[in-house]
């Protein structure tokens, strides 16, 4: 399995962003996704913004919720990430994941920078 997040860029803040995430590997469909984020350069691991699961749940911490919204499209293999009302305090590397079972996967990130 790998993974291929996209769609980073800069972007105001109050503005919205999409990310995209493509899936190349068997049986897409049946894994949990989720997208993460990571402050580059520092230790400042914020953890997961979204999670869709294998039978379309989704869920968000409250930081986020209201404004991300994760979608997964199985016959393209795509997990994507729609991101609205973004403040500074959202500038991270974001980055795709993976998971069914004991498998778990992730791929290269894409930066999105909040400016003020």
């Known amino acids: 399995v790998q993974l291929q997040a996209s769609g980073g860029g800069l972007v105001q803040a109050g503005g919205s962003r999409r990310l995209s995430c493509s899936f190349s590997g068997p049986n897409f469909s049946a894994y949990d996704m989720f997208w993460y984020r990571h402050v580059p350069g520092t230790e400042r691991d914020l953890g997961a913004v979204a999670t869709i699961d294998s039978d379309g749940s989704t869920n968000y911490p409250g930081s986020v919720r209201g404004r991300f919204t994760v979608s997964r499209d199985n016959a393209r293999n795509t997990v994507d990430l729609q991101m609205t009302k973004l403040t500074p305090e959202d500038t991270s590397v974001y980055y795709c994941?993976?998971?069914?079972?004991?498998?778990?996967?992730w791929g290269q990130g894409t930066l999105v920078t909040v400016s003020s």
């Open positions: 994941g993976a998971q069914r079972g004991e498998e778990n996967y």
